[in-house]
């Protein structure tokens, strides 16, 4: 029997099937869509966690006031460990950064250049509204060296400017009713600024270091939130933190781990951390969609089991007239075949669906940047052409027992069933 007229003898069976039969195709559906958008919403995950580490600065450690043996997980430039991250083992005394720890760090071997920074939270009034925003004091002739952002509009600050200012993207596009212009006048806590350039990205809002301790408050004259490190070479950087810690602990006289009063945030370490946690949650995951599509397996071998049942008669005609063992075993393997394909069809466009339903939800949610990771969705074709052929494959494999047994019915046997 050529592979044509099979095809056509599988499709009609297919064609008429049972109520069951749609119920198993409907398995197939959610658990291929179960896949598609998991996997979609994971490989997007691990592609803005990349994006958000890269900006990090792979090059960049940050040195913060307090100790926390949660090394690596911290916040990156300009910040100190999230709360929730060694807490526990955090030291009870906290001395704040100096200009005497910029001096040690510049001295280290493998350090290129090192800046101290303060941070706060002031009013930011333009066109009579007034927010609340994050505010960060710089040094200009070492914040382009070190710094990861990047300008989209006009450009960056330099020594001297004492009342220029660099806003995030955020900041001049969307928190105000109208967008904040470049070279426009802004209001920070009083005092009058010029906007002499507009990040691509971002809500914080630059300014020179020794304006931002007239107009934050509770900030001394001498002391940093933090220090930026930025490292020579990235391959001996475990090494240049234990150093950085070495020194600076000889420093500030801490004589004990225990001692010390300060943390070193290595972004590789973070990575290393935040990309575990990806694959784990991806393999969760993952096992239940395959969980589903297990489901889905033995709906499709029970409803071929019942399909032979019900064709016994007509499979007892076609051997009867000549059907080798091989056509009947390939008319049923094709008839599960298209249970998958249709199933997975339907699952691609129930994944795509639910996928993108799920990245509106999340890029929307105000719980956090955690959720909103999730608010990115990558569907590749490489995915869609992989579900559909497990799907397939799901289907043929579940139907090769039961069409094994259909071709090894007797004509005679066949022909009496009842």
Known sequence: MK??????????????SKLRSWLTIIGII????AVVAIVSISEGAQRQLEDRLG??????????????????????????????????????????????DLIVLKNIEN?????????????????????SVSIKGIDPTVWKEITTEEIDSGRFLT?????????????????????VPLNSKVIIEGKSFKVVGILNGGSTVYILIDIARTILEDVDDKSFDSISVKIKDVEIADETVELIEKKLMFSRGALTEKDKDFTVTNPLEMQETMQETMNTMAIFLGA????????????????MFTSV????????????????NR??????????GLIGLVGGLGGIILGTIGSSFISVLTSTSDTGGMTRMFGNTTISPSLLIFALLFSILIGMVAGTIPAYRASKLRPVDALRYE
């Open 288 to 303: 239940i969609a395959a969980i589903s599509l297990l489901v889905g397996g033995i709906g499709i071998a029970n409803t």
């Open 30 to 33: 959610i658990g291929i869509g």
């Open 327 to 336: 056509d009947i075993m390939i008319i049923f393997l094709l008839n599960s």
């Open 55 to 100: 900006n990090l600065g792979a090059d960049v450690l940050t040195i913060t006031p307090g100790f926390s043996q949660a090394r690596g997980s911290g916040g990156g430039f300009g910040r100190g460990p999230p709360s929730g991250f060694g807490e526990d083992s955090s030291s009870e005394t906290q001395e704040n950064l100096t200009s005497k």
């Open 111 to 131: 350090v290129d250049v090192v800046m101290g920074t303060i941070s706060g939270r002031g009013d930011l009034t333009y066109s009579s509204k007034t927010a």
């Open 159 to 179: 020594q001297g400017e004492t009342y220029s200012v660099i806003l995030g993207e955020r900041i001049a596009k969307s928190t105000f009713e109208n967008e």
């Open 3 to 16: 592979l044509k007229k099979s095809f056509q003898l599988a499709l009609n069976i297919f064609l008429h």
């Open 309 to 324: 049942l019900e064709k016994t008669k007509d499979i007892g005609i076609m051997k009867a007239i000549g059907a080798k």
